[in-house]
T-cell receptor
Framework: KNEVEQSPQNLTAQEGEFITINCSYS?????LHWLQQHPGGGIVSLFM???GKKKHGRLIATINIQEKHSSLHITASHPRDSAVYIC?????????????FGTGTLLAVQP | EPEVTQTPSHQVTQMGQEVILRCVPI?????FYWYRQILGQKVEFLVS????????KSEIFDDQFSVERPDGSNFTLKIRSTKLEDSAMYFC???????????FGNGTRLTVT
């Protein structure tokens, strides 16, 4: 069983729609990361959070530690938001704080 | 804004050859990592490096793999004798301290033929 599960695996939206991507994890964590991977392959860190909610522009990330669940929201989606969004966690008490990755959500925003 | 740089962006090599993937982490960062992503699969941890030594390695990181930080700026991953299954995108990442955001390079796509 994967320690980090994401849903949906694929998501198609129309420009302007509100988007939610979900992440569930099964281990104790020190932090959860949301990452963006563009078709060229590079990975960009969007958020790192261990409690509550963070906002950056049109992106909002929330986490519920008790339920072991996080969501990434995109408001007023735009075609340039099309990418793979990856949830990753670092285990609580881990020696090196390595990341354990989910399989990603492929988002396509159509104009 | 400082960034992690990786070279080359794409490397093609024949099975059995040695390859060295190079990374220049952000200058004040202390924790360094290599991850890889086989096409169509999720990103996997390979190795972490702190205080000039390996701090953790995965089962993937066998005797064919090694890492070095020879001069305080470069961070290299060497694969001694490449196999077809080593074909993947390899990402270098670094961070300032234990629980700070991770910064990734753009990756090196390794193709073993």
């Amino acid at each position: 069983k994967n320690e980090v599960e994401q849903s949906p695996q694929n998501l198609t939206a129309q420009e302007g729609e509100f988007i939610t991507i979900n992440c569930s994890y099964s281990v104790g964590i020190s932090a959860l990361h949301w990452l963006q991977q563009h078709p060229g392959g590079g990975i960009v860190s969007l958020f790192m959070l261990s409690s509550g909610k963070k906002k950056h522009g049109r992106l909002i990330a929330t986490i519920n530690i008790q339920e072991k669940h996080s969501s990434l929201h995109i408001t007023a989606s735009h075609p340039r938001d099309s990418a793979v969004y990856i949830c990753a966690v670092s285990r609580e008490g881990g020696a090196t704080n390595k990341l354990i990755f989910g399989t990603g959500t492929l988002l396509a925003v159509q104009p | 804004e400082p960034e992690v740089t990786q070279t080359p962006s794409h490397q093609v090599t024949q099975m059995g050859q040695e390859v060295i993937l190079r990374c220049v982490p952000i200058s004040n960062h202390l924790y360094f990592y290599w991850y890889r992503q086989i096409l169509g699969q999720k990103v996997e941890f390979l190795v972490s490096f702190y205080n000039n030594e390996i701090s953790e390695k995965s089962e993937i990181f066998d005797d064919q793999f090694s890492v070095e930080r020879p001069d305080g700026s470069n961070f290299t991953l060497k694969i001694r004798s490449t196999k077809l299954e080593d074909s993947a995108m390899y990402f270098c990442a670094s961070r300032t301290r234990y629980n700070s955001p991770l910064h990734f390079g753009n990756g090196t796509r390794l193709t073993v033929t």
